[in-house]
């Protein structure tokens, strides 16, 4: 099945610091990517929408300059919260998928955000 | 705005029992449906996809779609402890040339299979 692979799975950080996040395809190229974000007890809420070669699209509501995106590549998309704060701390989800794929995406693993 | 709609539980089943789970969604050209399970500290695991009114079965598992009634719940059979986690419902649209929007999730349901 496709795999999607998301690191590091975990991130302790001070406040005002950058944290990069990377998520990959391996086994298939991703046409899209998803980025997501789920606080506890919280479902997963949708960040942005990247298409490779192409700006990402955010939700209503999440800050384009300090959550950056960048899907330069068919097999990786970045995601640095820039300037962090304990706000920020989170579980952060990407998935991706690949044209033709019918609309099912696959997940990484998640990436947990504490920033103190 | 889509929403998607479930109910928080926790809701308790007995071991061998059926689960019922169930999920509704406000965003009429809403034309995926999926079922994921995701265990606490974990990413979501697909478990159902449905794009078409009534059932679709896959081993213990059976996924309904009501589009008139924007409806669509998971069925778990013989439920295991092992199916104990929280079961997210998430819905998206299709785009012609085979884009999709990302999903709405429902914050989930709760499970609790009890030996």
């Known amino acids: 099945g496709a795999v999607v692979s998301q690191h590091p799975s975990r991130v302790i950080c001070k406040s005002g610091t950058s944290v990069k996040i990377e998520c990959r395809s391996l086994d298939f190229q991703a046409t899209t990517m998803f980025w997501y974000r789920q606080f506890p007890k919280q479902s997963l809420m949708l960040m942005a929408t990247s298409n490779e070669g192409s700006k990402a699209t955010y939700e209503q509501g999440v800050e384009k300059d300090k959550f950056l995106i960048n899907h330069a590549s068919l097999t990786l998309s970045t995601l640095t919260v820039t300037s962090a704060h304990p706000e920020d701390s989170s579980f952060y989800i990407c998935?991706?998928?690949?044209?033709?794929?019918?609309?099912?995406?696959?997940f990484g693993q998640g990436t947990r955000l504490t920033v103190v | 705005q889509k929403e998607v709609e479930q109910n928080s539980g926790p809701l308790s089943v007995p071991e061998g029992a059926i689960a019922s789970l169930n999920c509704t969604y406000s965003?009429?050209?809403?034309?995926?449906f999926f079922w994921y399970r995701q265990y606490s500290g974990k990413s979501p695991e697909l478990i159902m996809s449905i794009y078409s009114n009534g059932d679709k079965e896959d081993g213990r598992f059976t996924a309904q779609l009501n589009k008139a009634s924007q409806y669509v719940s998971l069925l778990i059979r013989d439920s295991q402890p092992s199916d104990s986690a929280t079961y997210l419902c998430a819905v998206n649209r299709v785009y012609s040339g085979g884009g999709a929007d990302g999903l709405t999730f429902g914050k989930g349901t709760h499970l609790i299979i009890q030996p």
């Open positions: 998935s991706a998928r690949w044209q033709g794929a019918g609309t099912e995406a696959f």
């Open positions: 965003d009429r050209v809403s034309q995926s």
